[in-house]
Nanobody, 124 residues
């Protein structure tokens, strides 16, 4: 089992940048593929980005492709999401998640472990 804690959310103006991080504890971090999801008020939780256990494969939602970058450091048991050119519609609670596989996945149902979330607010 793995425990996840997000950090780094906050308030930023449109066009700005923000980095959110996820720290993990538990067994070998590299055995988990990881993902970022977000949920805005009144909306369903949506996929943002995913990264394989080794970090060699990444994928993004179309809405963030070219603006967001997912990365991980297996030695430190951390995962980051660098968010650039932020838009007001990126405002949401951002969650990190882990799945019991090294393969990436877009569907939230494929992730068994979740952090508590961190708020990202982008002002116009």
């Amino acid at each position: 089992q793995v425990q996840l804690v997000e950090s780094g959310g906050g308030l930023v103006q449109a066009g700005g940048s923000l980095r959110v991080s996820c720290s993990a504890s538990g067994r070998t971090f590299s055995t988990y593929a990881m993902g970022w999801f977000r949920q805005a008020p009144g909306n369903e939780r949506e996929f943002v980005a995913t990264i394989s256990g080794s970090g060699g494969i990444t994928d993004y939602a179309d809405s963030v492709k070219g603006r967001f970058t997912i990365s991980r450091d297996n030695a430190k048991k951390t995962m980051d999401l660098q968010m650039n050119s932020l838009k007001p519609e990126d405002t949401a609670v951002y969650y990190c998640a882990a799945r019991d596989s090294t393969w990436v996945r877009h569907e939230s149902s494929g992730y068994a472990y979740w952090g508590q979330g961190t708020q990202v607010t982008v002002s116009s």
